[in-house]
């Protein structure tokens, strides 16, 4: 442990956010010093990553849906859990790389990595990431569940004896959790998250106007007029892509009520888990929510009129936290600063799964 926090010293120890559509990397006392979607080009057929590793983040996102046959743009990560063990190596090795490339040192020592993980993923995908962040160049590898590193990096007091309760909505996973005195009481671990929001809108487009669009047009509408309760003034777009029975490109004019409709059954399971986490509380654990609420937080916080469904719904106060997208990696930050405090409830590369 003492050459441990030795080699602490000469290390740039990080937190990672592993999501399954964005990786953020948080450096102690840097803050977030990544923040890059979980895309990677690879050569069809191989899991050799394109252009030296180059083609990972933001550049192999631009190229979803617009690869020549012998190019391949793959998200890793499906349900916020590794779907491809390899090429996710190939991407933490490179975000690991990238951050460490910012920092000149004359003696460079592999980093402690402290990475959020969804709270309900098996031990045998706990043993994925681990071995990824690994073999990506990690010296020790921490896991830390979501919705406590979501409730940290947004200021609850989790420590306390008090219940805190958050949302968490990413792109695989949406994470339900009541936490006290540092630890989770009750939670629900659903996989239904941003990516169910753009294929509710995928579906729509295909039934509806007979037109196919792909996944970076439906998040562009999700973000552009997507809702989850009525706007004061309901908004329109027009939407481009290939009709499905000519075969020929064609655009349609479309209206913020009808995606409301088709987001319809994702955010009412969301809203069911929600409902189910608050039945399953601890009589207490519920009182002092009347006062405390709910923090909504990750990417699907950002949907109009997610907070007030929520509130409608439970009767609570619902809060959108600050800076909802990078929650999880700010939290992932405090537990560096405190790794003596909190180890006893983290997993790591020396647990037996």
Known sequence: MILDSLLGLFSMDMG?????????????????????????????????????????GLMAKEM???????????????????ADFDITEAM????????????????????????????????????????????????????????????????????????????????????????????ISVCESLRVAGDDFDEAIVSHMRRTYNLMIGDPTAEKIKIEIGSASPLE????????????????????????????????????????????TLEKAEPELAADLVDNGITLAGGGALLRGMDTVLSNATGLKVRVADDPLTCVARGTAVYLENLEIWKDTMESDEDEF
């Open 16 to 56: 990672i956010d592993l999501g399954t559509c964005n990786t953020l990397v948080c450096v102690r006392g840097q803050g977030i010093v990544l923040n890059e979607p979980s895309v990677v080009a690879v050569k069809k057929g191989t899991n050799r990553v394109l252009k030296n590793g180059t083609a990972v």
């Open 64 to 82: 979803l849906g617009k690869t020549p046959g012998s190019i391949s743009a793959i998200r890793p990560m499906k349900d916020g859990v590794i």
């Open 92 to 183: 933490l090795s490179y975000f690991i790389r990238k951050v460490h490339a910012r920092r000149r040192s004359i003696l460079p020592v592999k980093p402690r990595v402290v990475i959020a993980i969804p709270s309900g993923i098996t031990a045998v995908e706990k043993r994925a990431v681990l071995n990824s962040a690994e073999r990506a160049g990690a010296r020790r590898v921490y896991l830390v569940d979501e919705p406590m590193a979501c409730g940290i990096g947004a200021g609850l007091p989790i420590t306390e004896p008090t219940a805190s309760m958050v949302v968490d909505i990413g792109g695989g996973t949406t994470e339900v959790a009541i936490m006290s005195l540092a630890d």
């Open 233 to 276: 003034g309901e908004l329109t777009m027009e939407v481009r892509g290939r009709d499905m029975i000519s075969g020929l490109p064609r655009k349609t004019i479309i209206t913020s009520e009808e995606i409301r409709e088709a987001l319809k059954e994702p955010v009412g399971a969301i809203i069911d888990a929600v409902t189910s």
